[in-house]
């Protein structure tokens, strides 16, 4: 880093702290969650906004040998800072992705017969994984059409692969569909390792695991299983600088479109983040519509004490409620907790009318970034 844009980052008013100690003990989890599978992992969009130079090799040190990533320009990233681990490319391969495959040695997820018939043709016999769409309707041959593939001339895959929809929600009638369609393809590929579970996945049970998991969300800290208490370690903070304390009257009204009016004498602190940083506008305490789950907004919090977001978020700023702190409690340099320890990953995305993946990859640029052992 430059020493200027080293001034530039300690001038941030967003910084982020990622716990790197965290994310192993929560990795190691769901590797002995899986049984005798082996645990991958999904860095996929910057590692969940986490950083993926920090948090793959951390999982490497672990023990961690297998990487989902998107796309391949993510893998040639990934590569140097991997050196032994498989890296597979979840978009598949198409013309201008295939010189990056090869040249980093990525393992490319074929995701329809075409991308199969290309691979076949160009890429003698380097691994690929196979991607069934048991019943989501993204990605993925179908299964008439993988049992075509293994019955056709040409390279096997090393891995078949297919991924749930609903694994969220344990009783969802589709994963138990999901699961039969995947089992009862395996013996057309005999000998050839497979992979079905994320995060929720693995939480469903031992007939998900198969030989690889690919644990995401619940990594960075995310509640892998819908309304159950969430065992996960957090992973990321996200706090921002308190810039201005204001004092307001009773009857004024506070951001853009006036939509929120005080109903007391009030004190305001202004922060230094806003949606550009990815502090959702739709968790505005006031004026947007698009919220209904949680009405009142998102809350920050100070010292451990939860304050509304007061007002509609701006780009770059936002303004908190901290009336009922102590007056010395909060004063301009201090910084306030957007999602962490007191403001949980999911009730900062409920609020935003989100989910805790969205958040997280969404964290903006602007982030001084901070890693913790
Ligand atoms: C993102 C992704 C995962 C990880 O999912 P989580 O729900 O975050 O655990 C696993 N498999 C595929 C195909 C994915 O796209």
């Given at each position: 880093m430059s020493p200027l844009s080293h001034l530039a980052n300690s001038a941030a008013t967003v910084r982020l702290t990622v716990d790197l100690g965290a994310l192993a003990a929560n990795w190691r989890y769901m590797r002995d969650l899986s049984g005798t599978a082996r645990c991958g992992a999904a860095v996929k969009a910057n590692a969940y906004g986490t950083g993926a130079d920090h948090a793959a090799p951390r999982l490497a040190r672990e023990g961690c040998r297998d990487f989902f990533i998107a796309d391949a320009h993510e893998g040639a990233r990934l590569r140097p800072l991997l050196p032994d681990a498989r890296i597979y490319v979840l978009n598949g391969v198409f013309d201008d992705s295939f010189a990056q495959i090869l040249a980093h040695d990525l393992i490319p997820i074929i995701n329809s017969p075409d991308q199969a018939a290309f691979w076949r043709e160009n890429a003698g016999t380097r691994p690929y994984a196979l991607h069934v769409d048991t019943g989501m309707n993204r990605l993925g041959l179908t299964p008439e059409q993988a049992v075509a593939h293994a019955e056709a001339r040409g390279p096997q895959p090393a891995l078949l692969m297919s991924h749930f929809?609903?694994?969220?929600?344990?009783?969802?009638?589709l994963n138990a569909r999901q699961i039969e369609v995947f089992s009862a393809l395996r013996p057309a590929f005999p000998g050839i390792e497979a992979s079905l579970a994320n995060s929720g996945g693995i939480f469903l049970g031992a007939n998900t695991h198969h030989d690889l998991t690919r644990p995401g969300i619940a990594l960075y800290g995310g509640e892998p299983v819908s309304g159950v208490a969430n065992r996960m370690r957090p992973v990321v903070t996200a706090e921002t600088r308190v810039l201005v304390v204001r004092h307001a009257k009773a009857g004024e009204s506070v951001s853009y479109g006036g939509a929120h009016t005080l109903t007391r004498d009030s004190r305001i602190a202004v922060c230094g983040v806003g949606y550009a940083d990815g502090f959702h506008r739709s968790g505005s305490g006031a004026g947007v519509p698009l919220r209904s789950a949680v009405p009142q907004g998102a809350f920050g919090a100070i010292n451990g004490v939860q304050v509304p977001v007061i007002g509609k978020v701006t780009m770059d700023l936002t303004m908190f409620d901290v009336?009922?702190?102590?007056?010395?409690?909060?004063?301009?340099g201090d910084w306030l907790e957007l999602l962490g320890a007191t403001v949980p990953l999911e009730q900062a995305a409920e609020a935003a009318g989100t989910i805790s993946y969205e958040m997280l990859t969404s964290l903006g640029r602007r982030y001084d970034r901070h890693y913790t052992a």
């Open positions: 929809a609903c694994a969220d929600e344990p009783d969802h009638p009336t009922d702190l102590p007056e010395d409690a909060v004063k301009p």
